[in-house]
């Protein structure tokens, strides 16, 4: 029992080490690195799509995709035409820092401002594995209850922007939208929040914005420094 634990930990300090790797090496490139988190279908690659659009007028923007099957996501922004690397991880239910050095390989960073990597859709697995991200961004939406950031509380609490999404859904569900932020700063009171709907568009600009600026002022909080 003892030893699984310490292998556990052993595992989590290497991917750790990692990461930190990985982080370096984007700051000496000047890439600002965003992961996105939730559970399947909440809206991740969407949101991409929404918003590789508008911030790629003025950015280099490229994206790492991460799936336990198929390159269906990496084929949705390559259609968007943003430069895409896909991680098919065969099973496994998390990105790993590694994994993300793998597929660095295949880009050029001087190429990139923004570095966007989309993780498995779980909201437990990934709250464990940092990946060298400078912001860690947690989509929840409408159509999956209030009470997640309660019940899967390590991802809201080592992300540090919620964004709400499929709030065009509202008028057709009994979803507390006012609960729901509630519980995520009862666990994280430091989440900065957002509304969206990736299907009319509602609250997209202020994200970019949002995003566009925090990149510009590099005013991120470090991921590991919240664990
Ligand atoms: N009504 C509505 N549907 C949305 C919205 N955003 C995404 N969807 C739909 O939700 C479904 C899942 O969206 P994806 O963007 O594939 O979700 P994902 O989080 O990337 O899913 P995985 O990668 O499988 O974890 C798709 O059918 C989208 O069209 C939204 O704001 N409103
Ligand atoms: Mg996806």
Redesign the pocket.
Known sequence: MGSVITIEQKILKKNNELAEENRQRFDSHGVFVIS?V????????????QSLTILKKNLRVAVI?G?VQTD??AQ?IAAADVPVVQIVTNGTCHLEARMVQDALREMDLDEIDLLFI?N???LICPASYELGEHLRVV?M??TEGEDKPLKYPAMFRRSQVLVL?????LPFLSYNLEEAKDFALRVNPALKIFE?????G?GIREWTEWLRSTARGRTWNVVSSLQ
Not at 38 to 49: A, F, H, N, V, W
Not at 196 to 200: L, M
């Open positions: 996105l939730s559970s399947p279908g909440s809206g991740k690659t969407s949101l991409l799509e995709e799936d269906r996501d949705r989309e498995i859709g779980n989509i939406s409408t999404n499929k709030v065009d859904l969206t709907s990736c299907t009319t509602h």
